[in-house]
């Protein structure tokens, strides 16, 4: 623990303190090979934890806000479906993507929504039990 406190705490400012950092805009352009070769590896190590920062966050957006429902009858607050057990003739298959145009039978939408996303979801099959 103290090795990491002391480069918290010493070095990081330290090495910090050494940069060749003009106090005005002309001194910038005053900077020699060297000034600017010792700035890089600072500068390199900003412009990742920026890119990264940025991925992150877009990645957060094109997920959405955390809702499952991207479309179905969104002009209500709860989306409650029955379907009575008599109407099935042999079985059917309800959504769980969210993604149906047939919404609530499956129509496959799970198959691209699985592609683009890598999860695995699939539809709940409902049948008549099997005598035996």
């Not at 877009?58 to 969104?74: F, L, T, V």
């Not at 993507?97 to 198959?111: I, M, T, V």
Request: proline content about 7%; glycine content about 8%.
């Amino acid at each position: 623990m103290y090795f990491v406190s002391n480069v918290i705490k010493v070095t990081i400012p330290n090495y910090l303190a050494s940069l060749p950092i003009p106090d005005s805009f002309g001194g910038w352009f005053r900077l020699g090979v060297k000034d600017w070769l010792a700035l890089l590896p600072p500068t390199i190590a900003l412009g990742g934890i920026s890119y990264y920062s940025y991925q992150t966050i877009k990645k957060a957006k094109e997920a959405g806000n955390g809702q499952i429902n991207p479309c179905i009858r969104k002009d209500i607050n709860k989306v409650v479906d029955f379907v009575d057990i008599e109407d099935i003739t042999e079985k059917v298959s309800l959504c769980r993507c969210w993604r149906s145009k047939n919404w609530p039978y499956c129509d496959g939408a799970h198959g691209p929504h699985n592609k683009a996303t890598g999860d695995n979801t699939g539809p709940v099959v409902v049948r008549h039990k099997e005598n035996k």
